[in-house]
């Protein structure tokens, strides 16, 4: 029985042991970038691209990145969300669940999942060589939605299979169809972790530098087409913390600021969405 005490201790231990760690780091990223950005942020930062000598420490700010970063972001997330809900439907056991095609296409997606994304950029940079393509807004857009795609789908995947069965053999019963079910019971029910999902892959795809790199380019401008280069924050933060000058060192963290304020707004968004549809959760 002591012993017995003395495990139960000690997990508790641990596990609160655990969480001040996860909750500390989390506190003190945040913190760190609040305290060096915050004080450099400005009106100007948000609202002014990039003037001349602005990597010596001069006037402008931040606004072709943040443009950039929503274009990149919101395109990539868009498209593979059309890509994603499809492959994510269809491999429940209603349709192809269970081949040897729908296991292959759920181990080619956790693998894709775990590919550096480095390696997208590599591909999308070697793609676009061979057509002769310039670096653009729209190879950003699609090397962000293949590297969304996986992380997307699968989320998606795992939700809908949390849906019951018996809803859907009530809706057969009553003379629906397949896709009727699928489009009024399925996805409703599993909407509220579809958003998630989305989520997910969003926040992935706005944190993303690597892969961008080589496809999107990078400028001081805001694309004015698909088919211009365009900046991004983390891009900005990047070549920011770069430079051996503490007054450019100092606007890195301002776009840092902007970018956790972008996926904050994001995240308290899907939620109160969340909430508003689980009136159409089964519980």
Do not use: C
């Not at 940079?125 to 090397?143: D, E, K, N, P, W």
């Amino acid at each position: 029985m002591e012993l017995r005490r003395a495990e139960e201790a000690f997990f508790k231990v641990l596990m609160i042991l655990s969480l001040v760690i996860v909750v500390g780091s989390l506190l003190g990223v945040i913190g760190t970038i609040l305290w060096k950005g915050l004080p450099v942020l400005s009106i100007d930062m948000l609202t002014k691209t990039a003037e001349g000598g602005y990597y010596l420490g001069k006037g402008g700010g931040i606004l072709g990145a943040i443009t950039g970063s929503l274009y990149l972001a919101l395109g990539g997330t868009a498209l593979s969300f059309f890509l994603s809900i499809g492959i994510a439907f269809h491999l429940q056991k209603e349709y192809s669940g269970g081949t040897r095609l729908s296991n292959l296409t759920r181990l080619s997606l956790d693998i894709l999942w775990g590919t550096p994304s480095i390696v997208y950029g590599a591909f999308g940079f070697a793609v676009m060589m061979y057509f002769h393509m310039r670096t653009s807004l729209l190879g950003g857009i699609i090397i962000l939605a293949l590297l969304e795609i996986p992380i997307m789908t699968r989320a998606m995947e795992e939700v809908i299979k949390t849906v019951p069965q018996e809803l859907k053999e009530v809706s057969y019963s009553l003379g629906a169809t397949r896709i009727e079910t699928t489009l009024r019971v399925v996805a409703k029910q599993a909407l509220p972790g579809l958003m998630t999902g989305v989520l997910i892959a969003f926040g992935r795809g706005i944190g993303d530098a690597a892969s961008i790199m080589f496809t999107a380019g990078y400028t001081d401008r805001i694309p004015a087409s698909l088919f211009d280069s365009t900046s991004s924050l983390p891009l900005s933060i990047f070549y920011q913390l770069g430079s051996p000058l503490p007054q450019v060192q100092q606007k890195a963290y301002a776009s840092a600021v902007i970018l956790l304020a972008i996926v904050l707004a994001i995240s308290i968004t899907t939620r109160l969405l969340s909430r508003k549809y689980t009136k159409y959760i089964i519980k």
